[in-house]
């Protein structure tokens, strides 16, 4: 029997192949002499070209990534630009730090500050991390701690990957993805789930593999096995073999054995998603991430230049739904022209609608823009806003939206608030989409791309499944539409206990609608809806899960 890790599955499917293990970067400490001759001025000259290197890497890079790592790239860029950052560097080389040391130095202040900013940063200081190792390699002249470039595919195997080497992942190269931190929503998790790379992370420190180890790695079960037997080799792809087929002869609208229709839809977040997007049998896009736009610029995108981007897509789902989610900007994806004042604990600060409150100009254009491109096309084109916590402010976006000429306004449910009174937001707004993600971590109060804390965000606690079954039960009272639109929606496993809760839409990356759809038309209504009431029955979410699967064993059906 081989040796097995286990860890978080966060993209289905099964590879097996050859180990190639990320390289360290070089170790700097402060004190230290490295490269230090020259003036401070041509030392401090040094060190900003090194920065400024970096920052253009990662801008060239989010021109060429998707809107899973774009967004995060761009912000990424902004904090290696930032002059209190430099300022950092030409005080460190003031007291006689080389190049390398003052980078190093400065990035160490800003670790400290975004470690004291609570858990929520955690991923951020990961990302400082990355950033200080490439600006220290460019100053000394060393390679740059990158993804192998073998001329085989192989196994990718780190301690954890940052925005900047996920973006360039060549699926054709890359088999899997294992990383011994991370959580289970970090970026790494998304982005290999978009490009459909199995993927394992947080099996912990120390894995045992090297260079050209075979490993067998399998993201539905989260297992690592290292140097496989042929037959657990074989085991493993035949069933994988036989799950793609049986995706293979389902098609059209998403529903139940039994007829109950469920919307399977896709998220995408910038036009370059479109041409993967809208191949996909989907019923539309159930989140249409605007960030993109925002993102990196000096100034707010003019309306001609949003109703451009939004005409696009729109066109390319002629006929179907798009759910436009207005901008969610604040925390993690600061922008330079909304200022308002420090925040202890961004996260829990001015993010998503409440960025309206200082500059409202920013939601009227949006959503102008919005209708004015809608009304060009034959698309069904909702609105959604991001972050709501109480009644009144889906009330205020909602007339909003109406008075632009968009005749369906919705809210994102993100935090308790907001789903234990989902009854009345639903007064006010025409549906509600659940983001699983952000809820989860706003109930447990654990950050989602933490490693450390993610026993605590298992999507299956009764816990959050109550707080989705309390919207969705509004939703039916009140014959609105409820989706989910988070993370959960993809996992086919929890997908049906989702349906069985009374959420009746699922929006996903386009990669994850085979399966959903599949495991879905396995199983009548009530056989989901005895599913679901044994999870929130359970005690935690191991229960949870198990309870649910075996009930849905008994009525397992081949697809037609």
Known sequence: MSDTRKGFGVSRGVAVGPVARMAAPAVVTPGSDHSGDGTPAERSAAAAAALASVADMLDERACGAGSDSADVLAALAMMVRDPTLLSAVDSAVGSGASAAVAITTAFGSF??????????????????????DRAVAKV?????????????????????????????LDPAKVLAIVTERGGPSSHTAILAKSLGIPAVVCVGDGITVADEDVVLVDGALGTVQISPSDDEIE????????????????????????????KLMVNIGAS???????????????????????????????????????????DEFAGRRVVVRTLDA???????????????????????????????????????AIAAAASKSSADVWVMAPMVSVAAEIREFADKARAAGLAVAGAM????????????????????SIGTN?????????????????????????????????????????????????????????????????????????????????????????????????????EDGASARSAALSRLDRDRAPIA
């Not at 500050?113 to 990355?130: I, K, N, Q, W």
């Not at 001329?151 to 080497?165: K, M, T």
């Not at 049986?246 to 109950?260: F, H, I």
């Not at 449910?413 to 509600?432: Q, W």
């Open 235 to 262: 085991r493993a792809l035949a069933r994988y073999r036989s799950e793609v087929e049986e995706a293979r002869r389902a098609s059209g609208p998403g529903r139940t054995a039994d007829g109950t229709p469920v």
């Open 140 to 168: 000394l002249g060393l390679p740059m701690p990158e993804i192998p470039d073998l001329d085989h595919p192989f196994v990718l195997v780190a301690h954890d990957l940052a925005p900047a080497d996920t973006a360039v």
């Open 413 to 432: 449910i993100e935090v308790p608030a907001a789903a234990l009174r989902a009854s009345t937001i639903l007064e006010h707004g025409d549906f509600v």
């Open 438 to 538: 952000d809820l989860a971590q706003y109930t447990f109060a654990a950050d989602r791309m933490l490693g450390a804390v993610g026993d605590l965000l298992d999507p299956w606690h009764p816990a959050l499944l109550e707080l989705i079954r309390i919207t969705a039960s509004a939703g039916q009272a009140a014959g609105k539409p409820v989706a989910v639109c988070g993370e959960a929606a993809s996992d086919p496993e929890l997908a049906p206990v989702l349906v069985g809760l009374g959420v009746r839409s699922l929006s996903m990356a386009p990669s994850a609608i085979p399966a959903v759809r599949t495991v879905l038309l396995r199983y009548p209504i009530d056989a989901l809806e005895d599913a679901a009431a044994l999870a929130l029955g359970a």
């Open 111 to 132: 670790r400290a500050m975004l470690e004291a900013a609570g858990p929520y940063f955690a991923e951020r200081v990961s990302d400082l991390d990355d950033l200080r």
């Open 330 to 368: 604040g925390a993690d994806k600061p922008l330079e022209f909304v200022r308002h004042g420090q925040e202890p604990n961004p996260a829990l600060g001015v993010r998503g609608l409440r960025t309206s409150r200082f500059n409202p100009c920013l939601l009227g254009d949006q959503l102008d």
């Open 272 to 314: 370059r998603d479109l041409e993967t997007a809208a191949a996909a049998d989907s019923e539309g896009v159930g989140l249409f991430r605007t960030e993109f736009l925002f993102l990196e610029r000096a100034t707010a995108p003019t309306q001609a230049e949003q109703i451009a981007v939004y005409t696009e897509v729109f």
